[in-house]
């Protein structure tokens, strides 16, 4: 599986242009563009797209000049014709990187495809798992005492594909589905700028298994 293609030094670093794919507040995507600019990530966002109009993190990014497009998810027929208008979206921007912050939507195969291999997702659970819906009530039904959250390329298995990087955070007894998903979530702000960051810069590698390498060493796991 191809990712991209690691540089020799920053300055000749090529800019890697990053679209996001949002539908709700978008606390990730701040995360992402706040730390791509802190940290001057040989990157920029060329594309925030929303699958709702009304998704908070759309107004935020507008307010920061970056290019936005709002897709109304009601307003197609079918996941085809919808997956099809974001990937002319995407297209249109040119990334060498999709990724999904909180996008609410299953992808069709055919979109999954369209991007492998530099297409992440961020799930809110340590895949393999509780992947889909209501991960963090599946988490506490299930009475485990560690969570946390998941950065994987996207391939056509829901909330599967190769692992970039976890980050752990505890469980307490008497936590509710909000204190453990607002637990996890700051952890996913820590987790998914760095993780994106190394796939900016080209320092993983994926091997025929699956299975990513952070290429200098740096431990895959947060433990926050
Ligand atoms: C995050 O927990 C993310 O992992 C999940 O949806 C949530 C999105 O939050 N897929 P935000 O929109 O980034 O604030």
């Not at 990014?61 to 997956?83: I, N």
């Not at 039904?141 to 994987?152: I, Q, S, Y």
């Not at 298995?157 to 955070?169: E, F, S, T, Y």
């Not at 810069?201 to 431990?219: F, K, P």
Request: proline share 7%; glycine share 6%.
């Amino acid at each position: 599986m191809s990712v991209p293609v690691p540089s020799s030094s920053p300055s000749s670093a090529p800019r890697r242009r990053i679209a996001v794919l949002i539908s709700g507040r978008g606390s990730n995507l701040m995360a992402i563009a706040e730390a791509c600019a802190r940290e001057a990530w040989p990157a920029e966002i060329v594309a925030v797209i929303a699958s709702r109009p009304d998704a908070g993190g759309l107004a935020w990014a507008a307010a920061r000049g970056l290019p936005t497009v709002a897709l109304d998810h009601r307003q197609y027929p079918d996941r085809a014709s919808f997956d099809a208008a974001l990937a002319a979206a995407v297209d249109a921007a040119r990334p060498d990187l999709v990724v999904l912050a909180g996008f609410m939507r299953i992808l069709t195969e055919a979109f999954v495809q369209r991007y492998e291999g530099r297409l992440v997702n961020i799930h809110p659970s340590l895949l393999p798992a509780f992947p889909g819906l209501r991960t963090h009530r599946q988490a506490l039904d299930a009475g485990v005492k560690l969570a946390g959250a998941t950065v994987h390329l996207v391939t056509a298995r829901l909330d599967h594909g190769p692992i970039v990087a976890q980050a752990v955070v505890p469980v307490h007894a008497g936590d509710d589905e909000a204190a453990l998903a607002a637990r996890v979530l700051e952890a996913e702000h820590r987790l998914y700028p760095m993780a994106l960051r190394w796939l900016v810069e080209g320092r993983v590698s994926v091997d025929a298994q699956g299975c990513v390498t952070q290429l200098d060493g740096q431990a895959q796991l947060l433990i926050t």
